[in-house]
């Protein structure tokens, strides 16, 4: 083998080795909560949910800047605790679940800010169109389950906000609402 062939596999397997240093979660559907809140007419703030939710995360708690999180939302299952408006907005006028049935958001850059805080930005999907937004994280804890010790869990909330205009729900001036979303995040997940 030449001297650079050498070089060549043991940087290889250096970033092979370096690559390993993440773990991988799956995020605990049944404990995924994601919630949205948005101005409505400036009475109150109209809040809402997301009732189906999965994805993924890779967490490198020596370097979190070689982490990464995936998320997918199931348009439909929102729930505002009324089921006329629930509808309205599954409808084209919101969120157009039939012809979108997923929201999503991959990171693409992660900064940490403080010892168990950071900043994720990622591309967001919603409704087809797909824009940057970035979220203010904190890490909670990770542990071996109290009656499982061989099942790992770590947990992240996770809160920012974008304009619902900029991703086409246009209908929002029309009810008074907005036109900032604000998302509110938590989840669980499982090591693999």
Not at 107 to 115: F, M, R, V
């Amino acid at each position: 083998m030449k001297l650079s062939g050498f070089f060549a596999a043991l940087a290889g397997v250096l970033m092979a080795g370096s690559a390993l240093a993440a773990d991988a979660y799956d995020i605990d559907p049944t404990h995924a909560w994601v919630g949205f809140k948005t101005n409505h007419a400036g009475w109150s703030l109209a809040h809402g949910a997301f009732n189906t939710v999965s994805g993924s995360i890779s967490f490198d708690k020596d370097d979190v800047t070689k982490s990464s999180v995936e998320i997918t939302i199931d348009a439909a299952s929102v729930d505002t605790n009324d089921e006329k408006r629930d509808t309205h907005l599954k409808s084209p006028d919101f969120l157009n679940a039939e012809e979108f049935p997923q929201i999503t958001f991959k990171s693409t850059a992660i900064e940490k800010t403080g010892d168990k805080t950071g900043k994720v930005t990622g591309d967001l999907t919603l409704l087809g169109t797909t824009k940057p937004v970035t979220l203010d994280v904190t890490w909670h804890n990770e542990s071996p389950l109290p009656w499982d010790a061989n099942t790992i869990k770590t947990g992240f909330s996770a809160t920012g906000s974008f304009s619902g205009v900029d991703f086409g729900i246009t209908k929002m001036a029309d009810f008074g609402l907005g036109p900032d979303i604000t998302l509110d995040i938590d989840v669980e997940a499982v090591k693999k």
